[in-house]
């Protein structure tokens, strides 16, 4: 669908099976088209992985102008006249932050003589300037302090009722806007029309006239502005959590090359005890490559680092906080002036919990979509990386159970 406005698409048929919880998957996204909002998922797993195969689809519903989008991660095959929806994640912006803080503000109107060409013109033994010559400059300045979050509600069920986890990336900053307005009144030329002339006539007898017109002159107001805004994002910071834990969600700014502008980014998130759950890499706004890791679910691995990587990034985030600002910080807002929206994080976490309420499926099990959908489906063991057990508690963590682990390095910042 389009990049501005998008419903709701079937996924393609597909012959491979579903996701299982707690199996490894590597997937690559990527946006159907320039200006489309969907991106299909590809299995990297079977086949040759230089050309990944259609498995799912990340169905855009939603729109620019209400908001933002909804992405639905859909699953069809053989006999299957309606998508499976395994998962969404709720990108629109109804529980964004901001809080703003003015610490300077000020306006000041002055008038300014810009040239000496003065003379007598009414005749009283002074000089005076030219109507032209004189200005009014008016000067409008603020500054300020923000705090912003963009958040990510992860969801197990179509109807969003099922919430299993959310994310959110925050950052701090400043603003500050200048803007100079000059005004001056300006002789102006214009015709007017004062009547209308005959210059002949038809074979009929009736008269063909023309409009009359005379120049006049008349005093006019102009304008020049100049409205210089900076944004600045000083430092951001990921948050996640899933099933009732905190995961530790990194992003690394050495692999990944300028913080605001690279087109490359590199997130790794982990849970109980350092225990790897998914790896993205993408590549730019339209393509991303997601490793899930075994014992960890591959549905909202997928959904999170869609959302960390394409929706999320500092890149994405620093152009969202320069909007926000521009529209929140307001000449004529005095010092000590704040504002804002949406909840702070303590009303966040205790409007959206997701726990205990929240249960995976076993691990090698169906998704509870899948296993109403398709009650016959059987799983399919792929090849698994060689794995080592994690070592301390036996607790079970929900998002991921401990028992054995990939072996893949959680890289520290």
């Given at each position: 669908?389009g ?69 639905f ?11 499976i ?7 629109k912006?109804?529980?964004?932050f ?7 503000g ?127 994002t000083?430092?951001?910071q ?50 991303a ?10 549905v ?5 680092a869609f ?67 398709m ?5 399919v ?30 890289q520290?910042?």
């Open positions: 669908m990049a501005c406005c998008s419903g709701e698409e079937e996924a393609k048929i597909t012959a491979l099976p579903p996701p299982f919880y707690g199996a490894p998957a590597r997937v690559l996204l990527k946006q159907q088209g320039m200006m489309d909002a969907d991106f299909d998922v590809l299995d990297m797993l079977s086949g040759n992985p230089d050309e990944p195969s259609q498995w799912m689809l990340l169905d855009a519903v939603g729109s620019i102008f209400t908001g933002g989008f909804k992405f991660l859909k699953y069809r095959t053989e006999g299957l006249e309606k998508s929806t395994l998962g969404c994640a709720d990108l912006d109804d529980q964004d901001l809080h703003l803080l003015v610490t300077d000020s306006r000041a109107r002055m008038p300014v003589f810009f040239n000496d060409n003065w003379s007598d013109s009414d005749g009283d033994g002074y000089d005076d300037p030219d109507i032209e010559d004189f200005k009014t400059v008016t000067v409008e300045t603020i500054r300020g302090q923000w705090v912003y979050s963009k958040r990510c509600l992860l969801y197990s069920d179509y109807e969003q009722t099922q919430l299993v986890g959310h994310l959110q990336i925050s950052g701090s900053g400043t603003y500050k806007r200048r803007r100079k307005t000059i005004r001056w009144m300006e002789e102006e030329e214009y015709m007017e029309k004062v009547g209308e002339k005959q210059v002949g006539s038809n074979e009929d007898g009736s008269p063909i006239t023309e409009a009359v017109y005379e120049k006049r002159k008349r005093m006019v107001q102009r304008e020049v502005i100049d409205d210089q805004k900076r944004c600045k000083k430092a951001v990921y948050r996640m959590k899933a099933y009732g834990t905190d995961v530790n969600l990194q992003y690394y700014k050495q692999a990944s090359g300028s913080f605001f502008t690279s087109d490359k980014g590199v997130w790794q998130a982990a849970g109980y005890g350092g225990l790897p759950l998914f790896k993205v890499v993408s590549e730019g706004s339209s393509k490559t997601v490793e899930s890791y075994q014992n960890s679910d591959p909202s691995g997928i959904l999170a959302a960390v990587s394409l929706k999320l990034n500092p890149a994405e985030f620093n152009k969202s906080a320069e909007s926000v600002c521009h529209n929140h910080f307001r000449l004529g807002m005095g010092p000590g002036s704040t504002g804002g929206f949406g909840p702070n994080d303590l009303q966040f976490e205790q409007a959206f919990p997701t726990g205990p309420a929240a249960t995976p499926p076993p691990m090698m099990g169906q998704y509870v979509s899948v296993a109403t959908a009650p016959q489906a059987t799983y063991q792929p090849a698994l990386a060689v794995a080592t057990p994690v070592v301390g508690s036996a607790d079970w963590s929900p998002m991921a159970q401990p028992v054995m682990a990939s072996a893949v390095p959680v520290a910042v």
